[in-house]
Each structure stands twice: as structure tokens, then as C-alpha cells.
């Protein structure tokens, strides 16, 4: 029997399978994607997960990326049209730390308000002023594919804007730490404590080269952006995207596990499943796996050159996530600052001090005593998500170690080292107490409540390796063009035909879908020959 032909399949279902399988039908292509499990979305999971009425997003949740990103602009008119509405805050986000409470708008006149009465106005403008004049720079960096000619052009424009001695400085500025950036820009320790959490959603402590950057790139992404998200949940976003692949002639498998790429003379033919199926892909096959998955696993029977070998062997996994997941009977009640009620995502945590302990103390195994929590709001932006009068909480904690060795606090025995039961539930209760302390009203509103540990959230998504929310450790040897390997190869692989997307690749975790959109513009430039003859 013959197989299926498409001109492209795709291996995944997440963000940047679906852009790239969106991307790629807008242009003629005939897409397949599959899928292992039985829903797609990949980091993507709506469900009514605790009690009817009451919309979770068990994993990824927030869009300010993919809204402010490439793939939303080419993909926003037919995505309308298809029903994804988003909606967005003026409070996009806020902290409450020991030394107080801030909240960052989206409105520069009251963000100056509030850095003035935190004591750092001036600190604030000159930084947004100076940072302003490279965010165009910045935002290109992350979002520049290294690998093509047309990326020099980012160089060069720099080179031009500085001089030589002032890209050089930029270069160290670009691996500065953001824990002695924040310490010389701001004397609050309101305002560190306010900025300093968002590497944490690109993977790095306030310690590590490079999370200086990413803070200024985050913090001002957020606000001049907001924190969109979809009405109904990212699941409306999935649901066009793979109506558009449809409509084009395309198909999404679920239960679809791929266990090889197939190959004839060096190039990629299809995919085969695991139940012996197999379909055959004309133009390319494009994989949103980790490294490893890929190299030991859908070519484990391909003669792969040594270097990528060997730098897949070598890529590695971050910290762990957690997701607690709350139904509340009432709205949440600050009690540190009242505004905090009409806040997107609020950082509990006690300071730069604690924030660096607990992310140090993750790296080495150790469960935080006072972790930095991530309490996401989303029914201040979109109200559908529970029923009038209600509310739901998203909390997420980073700095959970993949392996438990042992607690700072002396209260959690390690054991295996594994995320049992028993284990999370414990820790888990640690974080509702620290977040009660500033919600005193959280545990009489409680009516459901999950809990999904790095086994839980690696059971939800293989790319997910040990619960590790961003499919490998972020720090800057994995970055930029680092990323996925430390061979340097880009989306390419050795493979003619096959391309490597997801976020373990350039430009890296969340939901934005830069890569997919990178390789799938890649595939439908025209060359040439083809934009002369069309003259």
C-alpha cells in the first residue's frame, strides 16, 4: 500500500510546530503534524481541570511573546477571523516583597508615578531612555536567525550605531548578571525585587551571565505590551492554528508517536509511528524534539557526524517546574496593597537575596525555604475563565531542582531524591503558607486545588525533560547560537530536508513561536532566480 504524501510533515504540536504548520499552509504547503499524545497544544493545555465552569492553563498561560512577535503579525488576520480574541491589562504585572509592594503599568505616566514613590523615577527613565535606543537591536538578537546572511545586516546596523569600542561594550553588557545591574541602577529594593523575577521565565537566576539583558528585554516587553491572553484559553489559539493547516489541505495525528525520521541517501523522506505507519514528506520534515530525542532517537540509525553527537550528549536540562493550580470561591484579597486584586502576575517573594538563595540552592539540589512564587491572575484579564464571583489562581515556582538532595528549610526528607507524592504535597503546602501570608482569605477559598510535579509535567510533554518548563538549561553556553547545540548548527541538521524547531532551539522557550516561524519563512522564500522571474 502506498504511503501518505504531504509536503511537509511536522513532528509536535506545540507553538512552534503549529506557526510553522500555519505558516507553511498560507504559502500552498500540504501539512501533516503529529502528535504522540492524545490532544495537541504541546506546553498548551486548557482544561476545566478542578470543577466545571473554572478554565486552567495547566502549563503555558500567558501571550505577551507570540502577541508582540513575528508570527502573530503575518498570522493575526486570519486568526481573527477565526475566532481568537485577546484580551490585555494596564497591570500587567507586581511584586510584594519584604520591603513592600509595586506594580508595573503598561501606562508610562503611572509607572514613573510609582518609581518615583519607590525613589528610583530618574533610575527608571534614564534606564528605559538608554535601553530604547537598542531595544530594536535587542528584540532583533533574539529574534534573528544566525545562521542566514540577512542576520549581518543586525551587525552591521550595530556596528554603525556604536563603533567598534561601543559594540565591544556592548557585547559585556549583553553577559552582564542582572544581581549587580539592578544593585548599581536601583536603590529600592522594591524595584529589584519588581524586575529582577522575570529571568526566571527565561530559565536564568539574577546571577547568571546574561540575565540582565533578558530582564530589560522582558520587563520592557511587558510594559509596553501587557499580558494578552486569549479569550477561552490558549486552546482557541490552537484550534486556528491547525484550522488553518486544515483548510489548506492538511491534517493533525494525535496518538501519533514518531519513533524515526526515514531517510534516503542523506535527505528526509517522512516519518515512521510507532504503530508501523509511516507517511512520506516531499519538501521537509521539521522536528520540535529536544537534541537528544532527535540525535539518540529519531536518527539513532542515521550516521551522524561526531560533533553533533556529542553535543547533543552534552545539552542539558534546567530546573524543574511546578503548577498549582486553584478554584477559589472569591476573588483573592491583598493584603499588602489592594491594587494587587486587578494584577495579572504577582511575584511573592522576600527579595534579591532570597531569589538568588533559592535559584543557587535549586541548581544544587536543594528545595528552596523561601521560593519565589508566580501567582498569575488570569480572571483579571479575562473573566470567562470561572464562574461570575469566583476566581482561579495559576501559580508557577521555578526553582525546583530536577533531583531532590536535600531542603533548606530541614523539613522535607529528600529520600530517592524523587518528586513522589508525598514530596510535592509537602512542598506545595510550604508555598500556599508563604502566599497565604499576603492572601489571607486563599485557604477558606479554596474549593479544588492540582498539583502537577516535574514527573506530572514531563507525563504532559516529552520535550518537558525532568519537568524542566523550558526543554534545556537557558544559561548562555545553550543560548542565542548555542542553542540547540554547542556545534553551532542552528535549525539545520545534518539531514538534508530535515530542520530542528522547538524551544530547545533559537530562539528558546516561550510561547512565541519564533523558531517555527524562523525555519518555515526560511522554507517559503522564494530564492532568487524565482523573485527575478516573477519581476
Not at 72 to 101: F, M, Q, W
Not at 157 to 179: Q, S
Not at 196 to 212: F, K, T
Not at 430 to 449: D, G, H, M, S, W
Amino acid at each position: 500500500m502506498s504511503q501518505k504524501s504531504y509536503d511537509a510533515i511536522v513532528v509536535g504540536s506545540g507553538i512552534n510546530a503549529l506557526v510553522a504548520g500555519a505558516v507553511l499552509s498560507k504559502s500552498g504547503w500540504k501539512v501533516l503534524l503529529c502528535e504522540r499524545n492524545n490532544v495537541a497544544g504541546g506546553a498548551i493545555r486548557t482544561e476545566a481541570a478542578t470543577l466545571p465552569g473554572f478554565t486552567h492553563e495547566l502549563l503555558s498561560s500567558w501571550h505577551p511573546l507570540f502577541v508582540g512577535g513575528p508570527a502573530y503579525a503575518e498570522l493575526a488576520e486570519e486568526l481573527t477571523k477565526r475566532g481568537v480574541i485577546y484580551k490585555n491589562t494596564t497591570s500587567p504585572t507586581g511584586v510584594v516583597c519584604s520591603a513592600g509592594t509595586a506594580i508595573l503599568s503598561t501606562d508610562p505616566v503611572e509607572t514613573a508615578k510609582e518609581m518615583d514613590r519607590l525613589g528610583d523615577g530618574a533610575a527608571w527613565s534614564g534606564m528605559m531612555q538608554e535601553f530604547g535606543g537598542k531595544i530594536d537591536l535587542a528584540f532583533g538578537l533574539l529574534g534573528a536567525d544566525f545562521w542566514r546572511t540577512n542576520s549581518l545586516k543586525l551587525a552591521s546596523t550595530a556596528r554603525k550605531r556604536f563603533g567598534n569600542r561601543g559594540l565591544v561594550a556592548t557585547g559585556a553588557e549583553l553577559l552582564e548578571p542582572a544581581a549587580p545591574w539592578l544593585d548599581r541602577t536601583f536603590s529600592s529594593e522594591v524595584t529589584k525585587s519588581l524586575l529582577a523575577p522575570w529571568a526566571l521565565h527565561n530559565g536564568l537566576g539574577p546571577d547568571d551571565a546574561a540575565s540582565a539583558f533578558i530582564t530589560k528585554v522582558i520587563g520592557a516587553a511587558v510594559a509596553f505590551g501587557g499580558m494578552p491572553v486569549p479569550v477561552g484559553g490558549g486552546i482557541k489559539l490552537v484550534e486556528a492554528l491547525i484550522g488553518i493547516i486544515k483548510d489548506a489541505g492538511g491534517e493533525l495525528l494525535t496518538s501519533a508517536d514518531v519513533i524515526k525520521v526515514t531517510t534516503s541517501n542523506g535527505k528526509a523522506t517522512g516519518v515512521k509511528l510507532a504503530d508501523g505507519r509511516e507517511f512520506s514528506a516531499t519538501r521537509s520534515v521539521l522536528a520540535s524534539v529536544t537534541p537528544q530525542a532527535l540525535y539518540q532517537g529519531l536518527l539513532s540509525e542515521e550516521k551522524i557526524p561526531t560533533e553533533i553527537t556529542k553535543s547533543a550528549d552534552s545539552f542539558r536540562y534546567g530546573r524543574a517546574a511546578i503548577q498549582i493550580h486553584l478554584a477559589l470561591s472569591e476573588p483573592p484579597q491583598w493584603k499588602a496593597d489592594s491594587r494587587l486584586k486587578d494584577v495579572a502576575i504577582v511575584h511573592i517573594l522576600d527579595g534579591m537575596n532570597s531569589l538568588s538563595e533559592s535559584v543557587n540552592a535549586s541548581n544544587r539540589g536543594w528545595l528552596a525555604k523561601r521560593p519565589t512564587i508566580v501567582v498569575g491572575q488570569p480572571t483579571t484579564v479575562d473573566p470567562s475563565r470561572a464562574p461570575a464571583g469566583t476566581s482561579i489562581l495559576w501559580i508557577q515556582l521555578q526553582e525546583n531542582p530536577r533531583k531532590i538532595l536535600g531542603d533548606l528549610a530541614g523539613e522535607i526528607n529528600p529520600g530517592d531524591g524523587s518528586w513522589n507524592e508525598e514530596r510535592l504535597n509537602k512542598y506545595a503546602d510550604r508555598v500556599l503558607a508563604q502566599v497565604a501570608e499576603q492572601i489571607p482569605n486563599l485557604f477558606n477559598a479554596i474549593t479544588a486545588k492540582i498539583v502537577l510535579g516535574p514527573e506530572q509535567i514531563e507525563a504532559m510533554n516529552k520535550n518537558l525533560v525532568g519537568g524542566d518548563p523550558y526543554a534545556g538549561d537557558c544559561r548562555v553556553d545553550q543560548y542565542a547560537p548555542w542553542r540547540p547545540l554547542s556545534a553551532a548548527t542552528g535549525h539545520r541538521t545534518p539531514i538534508k530536508n530535515l530542520w530542528h524547531i522547538g524551544a530547545s532551539t533559537h530562539p528558546g522557550p516561550g510561547l512565541g513561536g519564533g523558531s517555527g516561524f524562523l525555519v518555515a519563512k526560511r522554507l517559503t522564500q522564494k530564492s532568487f532566480l524565482e523573485r527575478i522571474r516573477n519581476r
